[in-house]
């Protein structure tokens, strides 16, 4: 009995300062994976060893530990599926029968959807500092503690995020023109 009523503070503590990140948790899964489902699955994991291992949590940003967590999870399932991904190309992800009609939705793409592929294309050590960053709106500490990096690289690593984006973005606009 005494167990569980030292479990229900922790159970409380857990859901007010993590869940509420579960939104950020899930963006840099699916932009590490590229997958919808995977990520979930991620996601659920990352969750379930933050909780595991919340007695080792103290204080500081619960959403870069969490994040943290996510991101370690992703590189995890990486290695694992490594073999999986080598047997699926990407040009074999993709069949266009018409490439006239292939050319027709790609023009007609949302600018949404042009900056999600131009970060898709992102290596994932500068993919990762863009969605945290500017999808999540972690600063630059909260960011070199989740992907345990010096704030300097995460500068740089930003800025040439940035700069490939921006460039991406800019060809594909000359290109569709």
Partial sequence: MLLMKMAEPQADRFEKLVLPHLNDAYTLARYLLRDEHDAQDVVQDAVLRGWRFFDGFREGDPRAWLLSIVRN??????????????????????????????DD?????????????????????????????????????????????????????????????????????????
Avoid at 73 to 98: F, I, N, Q
């Fill in 105 to 177: 939705s790609l023009i007609a793409e949302s600018e949404g959807e042009r900056v999600r592929s131009a970060v898709d294309a992102l290596p994932p050590e500068l993919k990762e500092v863009i969605v945290l960053r500017e999808l999540s709106d972690l600063s630059y500490r909260q960011i070199s503690d989740v992907i345990g990096a010096p704030m300097g690289t995460v500068m740089s690593r930003l800025s040439r995020a940035r700069e490939r984006l921006a460039s991406a973005l800019d060809a594909g606009r000359r290109r569709a023109g």
């Fill in 73 to 102: 999870c992703c590189y995890t399932w990486h290695k694992s599926h490594r073999r999986d991904r080598s047997m699926v190309s990407s040009d074999d992800a993709l069949l266009v029968e018409d490439p006239h009609a292939a």
